[in-house]
C-alpha cells in the first residue's frame, strides 16, 4: 500500500513562507492498494492538487473510494475542486459518517450552494454514490475497511484500511477521553494501563498497525485552554501509539500556528518520548507531497529506501564520534556486518570537520569527551544548515532519564546507554532510518 500526504493541516488552510515544508492545505491522505485501490481521506483543500494529480496519472475512468471521517469545513472544503467529480464516466464513492441532522449529499451540497459557489452538486457529471457508514468492519471496493468512533465534536470516524498484508489507520480528529493517560498504579506503556476505556478501546483500533496517521494539533501546554475542541497532543498519541505496538505514525492535522521550525521540533519531541518508552515506533510528522509505501517487511523496505532516495548508490555511511577506541572498534565491527559504510573521529572538532567533508547518513556522538563535548557538537549540528536534519544516536555511560532528557532538548533523535550489543545498535540505526525517512525522501 502507498500512503501519500496532500494536506496535513487542521482547522483552516494556511500557506505561506513558514509553512512551506510540511505544508498548508487541510486534510487529505491519499491510500492506494498495490492493485491500484485508491482511497481518499477527507477532502480538506488538499484535494485540489490530488485531483489534477490523479487527471494526469491514474487509469482513466477515474474510480476513488472517498473516506470522510466527519464534515467540518477542513475535511470538505476541497470536496467541489476535486476535478474527477466533474467529468462524466469517473466513479466515485463518498463514505462518511451519518450526520445527527443530515444526509452526506445534504451537507456536501450545503456547502456548494450558489451563494458560495457557482456549480451545484447536482450538476457534477461523474458517477457519484453515498454510503453511510458506521462502527464496524465494511468491504469497500473489495478491501476491508474497519470504522470505528473517534471523540470529537460531531460525529466522527476513524479508518483502519487492510490490504497487501498491511493496515494504515486514519485517524482524525480525535481527542483524548481523559488525563491523565495512565492509572497510576500500573506500569506505563502498556494498553491494559490505560485509564479511560475510550483510550484503551483506541488504542486497541490502532494495535499491530504499520501505519498510524493522527490528529496531534496540540502541545500538552496548548492544550488545556483548548480542551473539548476535539483534537490532540503530540504526547498523548505518541503514548498511545507505542503502547499498541505501531510501527509507523505520522502526526498531523497541525495547527495552522505552528510553522515548519515549531514541527521540527514537534517531531524531536515525539521521539523523544518514543524513545524514553524504549519503544521502536518511528513517528514523524506528516508533510504535504511526501509519499511511502508499505508492504509486510515495512520496516527493512523503508531503510533501502531512504538510502535510494539520498542519492546514495553506496550503503550508508555513519559517523562515529567518540575518544575511546574500544568504542569505536566495537561500532565499526557493528555496523560493518550491518552492511553500513562507518568513518571516524577521535573528538567533537575532528567530527564536525569530516560532517563537512564526508556527509554521513548518520551519527553515533559520543557524550562525555575531552575538549568539545558530545552536547556542543549536537547543538552545533542543529544550529547550522548543512547537516541539521542528520540522525544523531548519542553515546553515553550514564543511562539516567536526565541525560536523555538534556540530550533530546540538544536535537538528539535516540539515545544509547553503553555498553550495548552489536544487534541492539542494529536496531536503533533501522529505527533512526526509519524516523528519518521524511527528511531524506524526495
Ligand atoms: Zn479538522
Ligand atoms: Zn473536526
Known amino acids: 500500500m502507498t500512503v501519500r500526504f496532500w494536506g496535513t493541516r487542521g482547522s483552516i488552510a494556511s500557506p505561506g513562507p513558514s509553512t512551506n515544508r510540511y505544508g498548508g492545505n487541510t486534510s487529505c491522505v491519499e491510500i492506494v492498494t498495490n492493485s491500484g485501490k485508491r482511497f481518499v481521506c477527507d477532502c480538506g483543500t488538499g484535494a485540489r492538487a490530488l485531483g489534477g494529480y490523479l487527471l494526469a496519472n491514474a487509469p482513466k475512468p477515474i474510480e476513488a473510494t472517498i473516506l470522510l471521517s466527519h464534515t467540518h469545513w477542513d475535511h470538505i472544503q476541497g470536496f467541489p475542486f476535486f476535478a474527477p467529480v466533474f467529468i462524466p464516466g469517473n466513479r466515485i464513492t ?12 445534504e451537507v456536501l451540497s450545503g456547502q456548494m450552494e450558489f451563494t458560495y459557489f457557482p456549480v451545484e452538486l447536482e450538476q457534477l457529471g461523474a458517477e457519484i454514490k453515498y454510503r453511510d457508514l458506521t462502527e464496524g468492519a465494511h468491504d469497500l471496493d473489495g478491501v476491508r475497511v474497519t470504522a470505528q468512533f473517534l471523540n470529537h465534536p460531531a460525529v466522527t470516524l476513524g479508518y ?39 483510550d484503551r478501546r483506541h488504542a486497541e483500533f490502532m494495535n499491530n498497525a504499520d501505519v498510524v496517521i493522527h490528529d496531534a494539533q496540540y502541545t500538552s501546554d496548548e492544550y488545556p485552554a483548548k480542551k473539548n475542541w476535539g483534537h490532540s497532543t503530540y504526547s498523548y498519541v505518541t503514548q498511545m501509539a507505542a503502547a499498541a505496538n505501531v510501527r509507523r505514525l505520522f502526526l498531523t492535522h497541525h495547527d495552522p500556528t505552528h ?11 515525539a521521539q523523544a518520548i518514543a524513545a524514553l518508552l524504549h519503544s521502536p515506533l518511528a513517528v514523524s510528522c506528516a508533510r504535504e507531497g511526501f509519499a511511502q509505501s508499505f508492504d509486510r517487511d515495512a520496516q527493512n523496505r523503508h531503510v533501502s529506501d531512504v538510502a535510494a532516495s539520498n542519492g546514495a548508490v553506496d550503503s550508508p ?28 573521529a577521535e573528538g567533537g572538532e575532528e567530527g564536525l570537520a569530516m560532517m563537512k567533508s564526508r556527509r554521513p ?32 544516536i548519542v553515546l553515553t555511560a550514564h543511562g539516567d532519564e536526565e541525560s536523555a532528557r538534556k540530550s533530546f532538548d540538544a536535537g538528539a533523535t535516540d539515545f544509547l546507554a553503553k555498553p550495548f550489543t552489536a544487534p541492539q545498535l542494529d536496531a536503533r540505526l533501522r529505527s533512526c532510518f526509519a524516523r528519518a525517512g521524511q527528511r531524506l525522501s524526495p
Open 317 to 344: 555511511l555513519v559517523l562515529v564520534i567518540d575518544d575511546d577506541e574500544d568504542l569505536r572498534v566495537l561500532a565499526r565491527r557493528a555496523l560493518t556486518r550491518a552492511g553500513h559504510r562507518v568513518t571516524e
Open 361 to 392: 547518513n548518520l551519527i553515533l556522538l559520543d557524550l562525555s569527551m575531552p575538549a568539545m563535548d558530545g552536547f556542543e557538537v549536537l547543538r552545533r549540528i542543529r544550529g547550522g544548515d548543512e547537516m541539521s536534519s542528520v540522525p544523531v
Open 94 to 105: 463518498v463514505c462518511g459518517p451519518k450526520g445527527a441532522n443530515s444526509s452526506l449529499p
Open 160 to 198: 483502519r484500511i487492510e490490504a497487501d498484508g498491511v493496515s494504515v489507520l486514519y485517524l482524525c480528529d480525535h481527542e483524548p477521553y481523559w488525563e491523565p493517560l495512565w492509572r497510576s498504579d500500573a506500569e506505563k506503556g502498556l494498553l491494559e494501563s490505560i485509564l479511560h476505556p475510550g
Open 259 to 269: 510553522g515548519d521550525l515549531f514541527l521540527d521540533q514537534t517531531e524531536r519531541q
